[in-house]
């Protein structure tokens, strides 16, 4: 059994007055640390949740800020020329993830190892059989 964490990238622009509250609700609903670039006006995130995107979409549709947001899979590219930026942006979640999926397995494999042993081995049948004492009365 694989836990799959969503990997989201955000980008608010225009007013962002209310982006303390963003940053702290992604706090929340984040699985690991998430990495952000603040900007005069722009906000940028990238972040793994439980959530899946409609309801973070419902979420973030309570700012008064425009923003997409997108999950990233294998059709997702970026590139920036600042390589130490897209690694602080990017390298948490692919590092986070793998970590998070390794432990979540381990931790799944150690729970069910007991279980599925116990299905395996067979039962000891070579104890000496019992002989039965009479009794003097008998």
């Not at 980008?11 to 990495?35: R, Y």
Request: glycine fraction near 6%; aromatic fraction near 14%; avoid cysteine.
């Amino acid at each position: 059994m694989n836990l799959n964490f969503n990997n989201y990238y955000l980008t608010m622009f225009g007013e962002l007055d209310e982006i303390d509250s963003v940053i702290s609700l992604i706090d929340f609903l984040s699985e690991v640390n998430f990495e952000y670039k603040l900007g005069d006006d722009y906000f940028i995130a990238t972040f793994s949740s439980f959530l899946g995107l409609k309801e973070l979409e419902d979420l973030f549709r309570g700012f008064r800020s425009d923003y997409v947001l997108t999950e990233i899979g294998d059709k997702f590219v970026y590139g920036f020329l600042n390589k130490k930026v897209q690694d602080k942006l990017f390298g948490l979640i692919y590092n986070e993830n793998k970590k998070i999926s390794d432990i979540t397995n381990k931790l799944i494999e150690d729970i069910t190892e007991p279980f599925l042993t116990s299905k395996d081995e067979k039962p000891n049948n070579k104890a000496k059989p019992r002989r039965q004492k009479r009794l003097k009365s008998e």
